[in-house]
């Protein structure tokens, strides 16, 4: 079982959108998908409150509880795929789901603010040894010079998904009504740029089980 962990040391960078809808894409994928969410904010629990269809259930789990919840779902042996929200903030917490997981994506604006901030999650991740990679989300999709200055400078420091996500209202409109935007609307073009990040995640997933 892969352990999918979205992470980062600052809030408002999209952990919890992204999470949602990489979770939808990977189950259209053929993936069998568990969500545990261990931000306390609660934002994927109430996402999947929402969520109409009984294919992708959100476990809220404590930080203390973690190892234990993913050893369950380990030990029933249905799930080949969980992803885990964490906190904006580091702490332990963090640390145990970071220990875990399989590959680590850090969601991360397009802004100099945004890149310096990641710096720290990026340390932390090198301590223990985690595969991880950046992904640029929340870009401005008509002006692309600010996107292209961040990559530049995310990519000296690890490996950056090729798929760019912007900020776009579908990932808004199907969040509220506990969708992935695969879903939602899945010719648009943030479902292109999600199923992209999948796959490309799926790829590094299956690189850190051969390597």
Same mark, same amino acid.
């Given at each position: 079982?892969? %352990?999918?962990?979205?992470?980062?040391?600052?809030?408002?960078?999209?952990?919890?959108?992204?999470?949602?809808?990489?979770? %939808?894409?990977?189950?259209?994928?053929?993936?069998?998908?568990?969500?545990?969410?261990?931000?306390?904010?609660?934002?994927?629990?109430?996402?999947?409150?929402?969520?109409? !269809?009984?294919?992708?259930? %959100?476990?809220?789990?404590?930080?203390?509880?973690?190892?234990?919840?993913?050893?369950?779902?380990?030990? =029933?042996?249905?799930?080949?795929?969980?992803?885990? =929200?964490?906190?904006?903030?580091?702490? #332990?917490?963090?640390?145990?789901?970071?220990?875990?997981?399989?590959?680590?994506?850090?969601?991360?604006?397009?802004?100099?603010?945004?890149?310096?901030?990641?710096?720290?999650? %990026?340390?932390?991740?090198?301590?223990?040894?985690?595969?991880?990679?950046?992904?640029?989300?929340?870009?401005?999709?008509?002006?692309? !010079?600010?996107?292209? =200055?961040?990559?530049?400078?995310?990519?000296?420091?690890?490996?950056?998904?090729?798929?760019?996500?912007?900020?776009?209202?579908?990932?808004?409109?199907?969040?509220?009504?506990?969708?992935?935007?695969?879903?939602?609307?899945?010719?648009?073009? #943030?479902?292109?740029?999600?199923?992209?990040?999948?796959?490309?995640?799926?790829?590094?997933?299956?690189?850190?089980?051969?390597?």
């Amino acid at each position: 079982m892969h %352990v999918l962990a979205l992470t980062t040391q600052k809030g408002g960078s999209g952990k919890t959108t992204l999470a949602a809808s990489l979770a %939808v894409a990977a189950l259209q994928d053929g993936e069998r998908v568990a969500i545990l969410d261990t931000d306390q904010q609660r934002s994927l629990t109430s996402w999947g409150q929402r969520r109409k !269809a009984g294919d992708l259930a %959100v476990q809220s789990v404590e930080p203390s509880g973690f190892k234990t919840a993913l050893g369950r779902l380990r030990a =029933d042996g249905s799930t080949t795929l969980a992803i885990v =929200d964490t906190p904006g903030l580091f702490g #332990a917490g963090v640390t145990l789901v970071l220990q875990e997981a399989s590959l680590c994506l850090l969601p991360v604006k397009p802004s100099i603010l945004d890149v310096e901030a990641a710096r720290p999650t %990026v340390e932390q991740l090198r301590m223990l040894g985690r595969r991880f990679g950046f992904v640029l989300n929340q870009c401005n999709a008509t002006t692309q !010079a600010r996107t292209l =200055d961040a990559a530049t400078a995310l990519v000296k420091a690890g490996a950056l998904a090729p798929s760019m996500v912007a900020s776009r209202s579908d990932f808004l409109d199907a969040m509220t009504t506990g969708q992935g935007v695969t879903e939602f609307a899945p010719r648009g073009k #943030a479902a292109v740029e999600i199923r992209l990040l999948w796959q490309w995640a799926k790829s590094q997933l299956e690189g850190s089980a051969n390597g």
